[in-house]
Each structure stands twice: as structure tokens, then as C-alpha cells.
Nanobody, 124 residues
Framework: QVQLVESGGGLVQAGGSLRLSCAASGRTFSRTDMAWFRQAPGKERDFVAGIRWSGGSPYYADSVKGRFTISADNAKNTVYLQMNSLKPDDTAVYYC?????????????????WGQGTQVTVSS
């Protein structure tokens, strides 16, 4: 099994910044694509950003392009999500996902492993 532990969520005012971390561990951790998703109350889970351990350009949802940056530290098996210029609409529980099975990277059903989530609340 692969364990994913998110951290870094919290309460921030609109226009502020937060950095989320997702630490991966477990046996035979497969360095495939990893991603961040988010789910606001009463809404479906949405793709936010993704990255490949092997390199290449990361990919983002249109709603966060230019504000969020995903990055990875291979030595620490950790993926980060730097969130700037936060808006109240960014309020959600943010989840880290790993073990991508291939296909459409924004489809959460194609990831094998999920973290427990971290709450991000942006006040207006």
C-alpha cells in the first residue's frame, strides 16, 4: 500500500497564499503521475493540478492557472501545491492522489491512492 499524508491547509484571507504538502510512503511506491483534487461542500471532486515524477510540464485546471504551482521533491517523495492569490471559491478540502492508472489525468477514478485531505478556507 501507498500512504499519502497532506498538510498545510488552513484559514487565509482572499489574496493570500498557502502551500500544501503531500508526503508519500509505503512499499514499492510507484512514481507515476500525482495530482491534487479538491471538493467543496455540496460539490463534486474537481481536478486541480498534476505532475509527473519523470518530468515534463505540469498541468492545471483552468480555474487555477497562473495562481497555483505544483512541484515535486523526488528525494522526499513529496508533492507540493503552492497556492497564491487565493479566492473564496478556492475553499474546499484538498486531496492528494497517486498511483495513476493511465488515461485522462483529471479523472479521479483513475488514481489508486488518496490522502485524507486538508481543509483550505479562504475568507472574503
Amino acid at each position: 500500500q501507498v500512504q499519502l499524508v497532506e498538510s498545510g491547509g488552513g484559514l487565509v484571507q482572499a489574496g493570500g497564499s498557502l502551500r500544501l504538502s503531500c508526503a508519500a510512503s509505503g512499499r514499492t511506491f510507484s512514481r507515476t503521475d500525482m495530482a491534487w483534487f479538491r471538493q467543496a461542500p455540496g460539490k463534486e471532486r474537481d481536478f486541480v493540478a498534476g505532475i509527473r515524477w519523470s518530468g515534463g510540464s505540469p498541468y492545471y485546471a483552468d480555474s487555477v492557472k497562473g495562481r497555483f504551482t505544483i512541484s515535486a521533491d523526488n528525494a522526499k517523495n513529496t508533492v507540493y501545491l503552492q497556492m497564491n492569490s487565493l479566492k473564496p471559491d478556492d475553499t474546499a478540502v484538498y486531496y492528494c492522489a497517486a498511483g495513476f492508472k493511465g488515461g485522462t489525468y483529471s479523472d479521479g477514478r483513475l488514481y489508486n491512492y488518496w490522502g485524507q485531505g486538508t481543509q483550505v478556507t479562504v475568507s472574503s
